[in-house]
């Protein structure tokens, strides 16, 4: 059993005005950080879920050992996107007990961050597991989803809310993990953002 993570990376990038995935960020494309990050903090298996101009960050995934899931419908939403993942994941790898979701327009998440949330697994291979970074107590990013709650969360995965309404719900059983010490959660959305330090 293993965890393995998704990078959603499939959206045009509309404020930013390009595709993020691709965009270069301190000389590397953000594609390739954000996978790299998921293997260095201990996912098994790295799923890219691209959309826009799919062809180039395609490349820049598989250099970094990821497997690609090609989601045609990106422009539905970041659901869209997550349940391509999951898909990809139980075609690919069935015996994967958990998915942990990373977003690519967040490099400043790290390594640190990543390990921690795997670390709320009780058990090694805790398909129940349900957890979150917190910055500041304010749920974030990465999201570790064991496999138990996959059904369940599909129905859910609508617009661009992407697991939000599932975790508001099941707010009870999700473990919040203080990451503000390892990890700034800070998005790049417009291209001012790329000049901030940090």
């Not at 404020?15 to 960020?25: C, E, H, I, V, W």
């Not at 950080?33 to 959309?51: E, N, P, Y």
């Not at 809310?161 to 990451?179: F, K, N, S, W």
């Amino acid at each position: 059993m293993s965890v393995a993570g998704i990078v959603l990376a499939a959206g045009a990038g509309s404020r930013m005005g390009r595709p993020k995935a691709n965009l270069d960020y301190r000389g590397e494309p953000l594609i390739s950080r954000a996978v790299r990050t998921a293997f260095a903090g201990g996912c098994d298996l790295v799923f890219a879920v691209l959309g826009a101009e799919v062809e180039q960050a395609e490349s820049y995934a598989r250099a970094e050992g990821a497997f690609v899931v090609v989601n045609s419908a990106w422009a539905d939403g970041m659901g869209v996107s997550l349940c391509a993942g999951l898909d990809a994941i139980e075609t690919v790898a069935p015996d994967v007990s958990a998915a942990l979701v990373m977003l690519v327009d967040q490099p400043h998440i790290t390594k640190a961050a990543v390990a921690a949330v795997l670390s709320a697994q009780r058990v090694p291979a805790d398909e129940t597991v349900l957890a979150a970074a917190a910055y500041e107590g304010k749920r974030g990013h990465p999201v570790l989803l064991g496999r138990a709650h996959w059904s369940a969360l599909r129905p859910t995965l609508i617009g661009d809310v992407g697991a939000r309404a599932y975790l508001q719900e099941h707010r009870d059983e999700l473990i919040l993990i203080p990451c503000e010490a390892l990890a700034d959660p800070r998005d790049l959305d417009r291209p001012e953002d790329l000049d901030t330090p940090g």
